[in-house]
């Protein structure tokens, strides 16, 4: 409807469209290809070897060294393609932050792994320090030429299959709150380290983390000792991008489901589409997609004309939006498809499942809410 795209991302996105159909092409083989969970290694790596998971690599590491609008619309149309590849999101944001400040060793590392089809966590949340993460307690302290790591973090996604984990600890309790976090790259299967699965709506997504003694060599420092809050705070354009783009194609992927069922659905001797009510919320939802597309690309392509800029207005308007959305079209179309959309056999049960949580993590809605206010002087 918009040129949103040019002509080569537009044949990207076609793609991975023409991949996802070939590939997977129903909810019930994209459940049975990630074995009841989220995650299909084995998608993840026919991803990785037509080059798609290191799409914002640099081509030093394996990677296409592509900018945010291609990110976006890798996660868009694998999400609107029922792509069972639940370690994504956590991978590009916890790679967006070993690409910025690793160490060259590090770089090499996990970003390779990364391009490769590995799967990284990104470790932050505490049972006292959810929106407040200035509250973390998890300790790291100095030990030798290293360091020790104890405490619990907690709703840390998909750490039960990844493999290494960027994990923000507490290092130092002078000054402010934000001040003495830091950074830290993670074997996932170090001695130590306890992760356990917590479960929810969605399945097995989130875990504990219970730290016990964990040692590191002071390599495994990411950026700045103490400096963990600025490089946080520097990496959330992409997180919240990674956030809404996914969102949208869940939104998406409803709304072409709902619309197809209303179409053929008939009740009263015509199809259930042709009544108003249904009529206008197919125009309400379709238009509300749209604005958000516009949205989410244009926001994109800011970062990628200053990928050093913060757009903490932009990026917090984004997340927001695609989030509400998706929680808001997923639940329009089950109940326009009635006891259909309830069922598990239509797939829209499992759309609102990956909507509902969307407004909480990665910063809570309204945490997002409150950083644009701010941004009005507020």
Not at 344 to 350: A, K, L, Q, S, V
Request: charged letters at 25%; proline letters at 3%.
């Amino acid at each position: 409807m918009f040129d949103i795209l040019n002509s080569e991302q537009t044949a990207f996105a076609e793609s991975i469209d023409a991949f996802c159909t070939r590939e997977i092409g129903s909810f019930e083989k994209s459940r049975s290809l990630a074995d009841g969970g989220t995650h299909s290694q084995e998608i993840y790596s026919k991803m990785a070897e037509l080059g798609w998971l290191g799409i914002t690599v640099p081509e030093e590491f394996g990677g296409a060294d592509a900018g945010a609008t291609e990110m976006c619309i890798l996660l868009e149309r694998s999400l609107y393609g029922l792509a069972p590849i639940g370690s994504i999101g956590p991978t590009l944001i916890a790679g967006a932050a070993y690409k910025r400040f690793g160490s060259p060793e590090q770089r090499e590392r996990a970003l390779r792994l990364l391009a490769d089809g590995g799967t990284l966590s990104i470790s932050m949340s505490e049972p006292g320090a959810g929106s407040d993460v200035g509250a973390l307690r998890c300790k790291a302290e100095r030990s030798g030429d290293g360091w020790v790591i104890n405490g619990q973090k907690t709703w840390c996604s998909n750490a039960h299959f990844a493999d290494r984990i960027l994990l923000v600890a507490r290092t130092s309790s002078a000054g402010s709150k934000h001040e003495g976090i830091t950074m830290f790259d993670v074997p996932a299967d170090i001695e130590g380290l306890r992760i356990s699965g917590i479960d929810t709506m969605g399945g097995r997504e989130v875990n504990d983390l219970y730290f016990d003694d964990v040692r590191l060599p002071s390599d495994a420092v990411i950026g700045e000792v103490d400096g963990g809050w600025a490089q946080l705070m520097s990496g959330l354009n992409i997180e919240r991008l990674i956030l809404a783009a996914m969102q949208l194609g869940v939104a998406e992927r409803a709304f072409d489901e709902c619309l197809r069922f209303v179409s053929e659905r008939e009740q009263f001797g015509r199809p259930v589409g042709k009544f108003q009510v249904l009529r206008h919320r197919i125009a309400d939802m379709a238009t509300e997609i749209q604005a958000t597309k516009l949205l989410v690309y244009a926001v994109a392509k800011k970062v990628d004309a200053d990928p050093d800029a913060l757009f903490p207005r932009e990026a917090s308007m984004a997340k927001l939006k695609a989030t509400e959305l998706s929680k808001w079209v997923t639940l329009e179309c089950m109940q326009s498809m009635g006891g259909y959309g309830y069922a598990t056999e239509y797939g829209i049960e499992r759309l609102l499942r990956q909507a509902v949580v969307s407004s909480i993590y990665g910063g809570t809605n309204e945490i997002q809410r409150d950083i644009i206010g701010k941004t009005y002087g507020l």
